[in-house]
């Protein structure tokens, strides 16, 4: 499996961003996907996830209203756009993937030794 983010970069404050993550190598729809953040020097953050089919979501508090995942499986990419952000926003963004039988998320989604793959990264960076 191999994950491509792009679109990071750098905007200012309340300004907006869209990341795409696109997917290779498996069958796109029978993996689960997740966002995470990660500042030099810190713990790998989560920041949301999907389900296989698009159906289900879930977000990080921090990020909760501003920020929405989605998905295309026809495309076989998942994006997130971010809306209204923040400087605390600001990190190497990651897309992941775990490979699952059931449609459901589950808790362990916000666990980042769950997912299988990982793209590069694409810095997103949020100026005041």
């Known amino acids: 499996v191999q994950l491509v983010e792009s679109g990071g970069g750098l905007v200012q404050a309340g300004g907006s961003l869209s990341l795409s993550c696109a997917f290779s190598g498996r069958t796109f729809s029978s993996y689960r996907m997740g966002w995470f953040r990660q500042d030099p020097g810190k713990e790998r953050e989560f920041v949301s996830a999907i389900s296989r089919n698009g159906g289900l979501t879930y977000y990080a508090d921090s990020v909760k209203g501003r920020f929405t995942i989605s998905r295309d499986n026809a495309k076989n990419t998942v994006y997130l756009q971010m809306n209204r952000l923040k400087p605390e926003d600001t990190a190497v963004y990651y897309c992941?993937?775990?490979?699952?039988?059931?449609?459901?998320?589950?808790?362990?989604?916000?666990?980042?030794?769950?997912?299988?793959?990982w793209g590069q990264g694409t810095q997103v960076t949020v100026s005041s």
């Open positions: 992941a993937a775990d490979w699952v039988a059931q449609l459901t998320l589950g808790p362990s989604i916000r666990d980042y030794h769950t997912y299988d793959y």
